[in-house]
């Protein structure tokens, strides 16, 4: 069973860093250079569909997989262990990327235009780093590396 949650885990954080690595450097060039929120827009709604379920994936996998290793809560915050450090670590990242979500879906996409566009730049570009120290901090706590 542990190994499906992993497979699961790892599926959508393939999904939901890929997408993001595939917007910052593929999308989010294109439509700066021809100043297009139709072309960032276009990507963010059909990367959506499978973004939102992959990072739902995460939450959930992430959330049994971190119980599996500490399966007391209060031992997540206590920092006597170093999993909880990886979890916490994890659990920040995550409440980031919401915040992050929250905004671009409710301020700055709804008034996303060719003058604006460049905002983007700074909702993006952290919002991939940030999938990427998911990964990194997630091998990591499979390694043993912190």
């Not at 379920?53 to 290793?69: D, K, M, S, W």
């Not at 994890?90 to 996409?109: D, E, G, Q, S």
Request: aromatic share 12%; charged share 15%.
């Amino acid at each position: 069973m542990y190994f499906s949650f992993l497979f699961l885990h790892i599926l959508g954080a393939s999904v939901w860093a890929g997408g993001h690595l595939v917007l910052s450097f593929v999308v989010l060039p294109r439509a700066l250079r021809e100043r297009s929120p139709e072309i960032l827009l276009d990507f963010e709604r059909r990367f959506e569909r499978l973004a939102i379920p992959a990072l739902v994936v995460q939450i959930l996998t992430g959330l049994h997989l971190a119980y599996t290793r500490l399966p007391v809560l209060s031992e997540w915050f206590s920092f006597k262990d170093p999993n909880s450090h990886m979890i916490v670590t994890k659990l920040m990242l995550l409440f980031i990327t919401v915040v992050f979500a929250l905004n671009a879906h409710f301020r700055l996409l709804p008034k996303l235009n060719a003058d604006n566009l460049k905002s983007m730049v700074w909702h993006i570009i952290p919002v991939t780093v940030l999938s990427v120290l998911f990964i990194l901090i997630g091998v990591l706590f499979r390694t043993g590396g912190l």
